[in-house]
């Protein structure tokens, strides 16, 4: 419970809307506990007819205990009725105004708890994927983007609910509680004190209960995770589902982890359904044991008379239906508390250094637009799954304004070298230099701030053509954006589309081909003007003919930056300034194309078999 505390802690930023809420809750409580004690008036007035209103107030108000605290004050009963109906008009008259009363101060309350909850949510799912954009490329790659979703969507909405229960229904129904038992003890503290010596034993119980609740709930949330995991997975690949006739396996698997979700949220359900009942049969069995004890003072000892009894197990009836709720409130934070752990492991994830939210970012040098070369020494990577090193001992020199190629199988380290370049991974061993600078030692915003990817799986958002252009450049005006559609071909069908750049793409931009996606993604790189410029296999998904036009537009963008290219085709590569040959993880060879054809065996089999082209 000490990690939903933590984040309950948030709710104390809304402590005028808290207090309001505090107050309306009061205010409620005493409504009721004043329209009870009217209702015990009702039958008191019900039982004794000759007794009036005017009568009871006088013979209170003729107390010493009260003349101490007020004064001598007989003459206000002289205003009330004399009559037996006149003072049941007058208390149901109060009971009618503090009914009014209370349902204001309900709603009040209502609303305030609501609110608190809500906002107070809203700021940990802002928090939590804050904290997911800012950690390490790598370490959100390892791990499944599902179970973020689940920790986002579901865990943060079981910690809503938590929330709402603990500044709704708890504080509704413990001072409401409360205020029964205050007008018991003012009828008989004695027989109230009994009622309340079976309280430790049920506190111990919803403690139990509580332990189991909180350790099947959060086995639950984790296997909901998978869930989500395994629909995403079948619904993004409906293709190659179908095609490979795998519906019963998808609908196996997903039924598998489905039914391993209700046995979980069962565990959780079942010990959640018997603290409600145990609770309730140990508050009843305390409620008959004040009875007998009533009763053993009225029928044996003749120290009560009945009505007294009355006026005394009333108010613990209606307490103990009050704290009834109190049962199930334990439950549903012990739910919560679940969700509170996941997203608590979210927000200790370690983030990116020398970001905004990392400690050390205000003695971060900025690193200054790239003008020299591009350096790797002696750099080496194992990924933290990895049994071996997926580079060992890189040196390589790019100057400023070269068009360097890697090349390489599958697995040789292309991908994984050149993505230290924004710092998506930083080396185990060696560094990165840009301009003869560490890139490990400057700002990460003033490193990613003058480069631009563009990756084989174009990624592109849900909205219009416009707005995943200038994502990321937003305050670059209209005409630029158009320029650089223009520069990478995409002005033409863009133009074609009924909406034009406004047109919306849908998910993943599924709208488009995925010639037209590349483009997109090729003209949204040019408009950020970058320094160095990565590539990664950029042209795969494009035809021919748009490779060799986006060829030229690459080629006039190249002037003054420094390119990396990672490609599949032959003709990608032959102008390249520098090919790099990789290797199970090393440099096998560098040199221009026809250099390499004559010196490196490497390279012209990746000719043959790989790059598409011939060797006469």
């Known amino acids: 419970m000490n990690k939903f505390w933590q984040f309950a802690r948030y709710m104390l930023r809304y402590k005028p809307m808290l207090g309001v809420g505090m107050l309306g809750a009061i205010l409620d409580a005493v409504c009721r506990a004043g329209g009870f004690g009217a209702v015990l008036a009702v039958i008191d007035q019900l039982f004794e007819k000759d007794q009036t209103l005017h009568m009871v107030a006088a013979e209170w108000l003729k107390k010493e205990d009260v003349k101490q605290v007020i004064g001598d004050q007989l003459a206000l009963a002289d205003h009330l009725p004399q009559s037996a109906f006149g003072g049941l008009m007058v208390i149901f008259a109060c009971i009618m105004v503090l009914m009014v009363l209370g349902s204001c101060a309900r709603f009040t309350h209502q609303y305030c708890a609501v609110t608190v909850s809500f906002r107070s949510v809203m700021n940990v799912r802002r928090m939590i994927f804050q904290r997911l954009v800012h950690v390490p490329w790598l370490t959100a790659s390892e791990s499944g983007t599902a179970d973020k979703m689940s920790r986002v969507v579901r865990d943060s909405a079981q910690l809503a609910a938590g929330f709402n229960a603990l500044t709704s229904r708890a504080l509704r129904d413990l001072l409401q509680g409360c205020a029964m038992l205050l007008v ?22 919803l403690y139990r209960f509580g332990r189991t609740i909180r350790k099947a709930s959060r086995r639950a949330l984790k296997q909901m995770g998978n869930m989500l995991a395994a629909l995403q997975e079948a619904l993004q690949a409906l293709t190659v589902v179908k095609v490979h006739q795998a519906e019963g396996y998808e609908r196996r698997r997903f039924n598998r982890i489905n039914r391993r979700v209700y046995q979980l949220e069962m565990k959780a359900r079942v010990a959640r359904a018997l603290s409600s009942p145990t609770v309730e049969s140990i508050a009843l069995t305390g409620f008959m044991g004040v009875t007998l004890v009533a009763a053993y003072y009225t029928f044996v000892l003749g120290k009560a008379e009945p009505k007294e009894i009355l006026f005394v197990l009333l108010p613990l009836g209606a307490a103990g239906a009050a704290f009834r709720p109190l049962a199930n409130l334990n439950s549903d934070l012990q739910t919560a508390a679940a969700a509170a752990e996941r ?10 250094p020398n970001t905004r939210r990392h400690p050390s970012r205000a003695s971060v040098p900025a690193l200054a637009r790239h ?60 560094s990165v230099l840009i301009d003869g600078h560490n890139i490990a030692d400057c700002s990460l915003r003033s490193v990613r701030g003058q480069m631009a990817m563009v990756t084989q799986q174009t990624v592109l958002f849900d909205g219009t053509i416009a707005d995943n252009i200038t994502y990321g450049s937003r305050s670059v005006s209209r005409e630029k954006m158009i320029a650089a559609a223009k520069r990478s071909y995409a002005h033409d069908f863009i133009s074609d589309l009924p909406d034009g750049y406004d047109a919306q793409l849908g998910e993943w931009g599924g709208r488009l081909s995925g010639g037209q996606r590349q483009r997109i993604a090729i003209a949204r790189a040019i408009l950020r003007d970058p320094a160095i410029l990565i590539l990664d296999e950029a042209t795969s998904q494009i035809d021919s003919e748009s490779e060799a036009r986006i060829a030229e537009a690459l080629k006039d963008l190249e002037t003054g930056r420094t390119t990396f290219v990672i490609a599949h085709r032959l003709s990608t590569v032959t102008d390249a300034d520098i090919i790099v040959v990789m290797e199970e993880g090393r440099i096998a060879a560098t040199g221009q194309h026809t250099e390499l054809l004559q010196h490196s065996d490497t390279y012209r089999v990746l000719c043959q078999t790989q790059l598409g082209g011939a060797i006469d």
């Open 343 to 352: 997203l608590d492991e979210v927000l200790h994830l370690e983030v990116e």
């Open 371 to 430: 003008a020299h070369s591009v350096q790797f020494e002696q750099v080496s990577f194992r990924y933290p799954s990895g049994d071996r090193d997926a580079l060992h001992g890189i040196d390589l020199t790019v100057p400023h304004g070269s068009v360097c190629a890697v090349v390489g199988g599958n697995g040789s380290g292309k991908s994984t070298l050149l993505y230290m370049l924004p710092r998506l991974i930083n080396p185990s061993k060696g």
């Open 184 to 205: 018991a003890v003012f009828m008989n503290w004695q027989l109230t004190l009994i009622f309340l010596i079976g309280f430790p034993i049920i506190g111990f119980l």
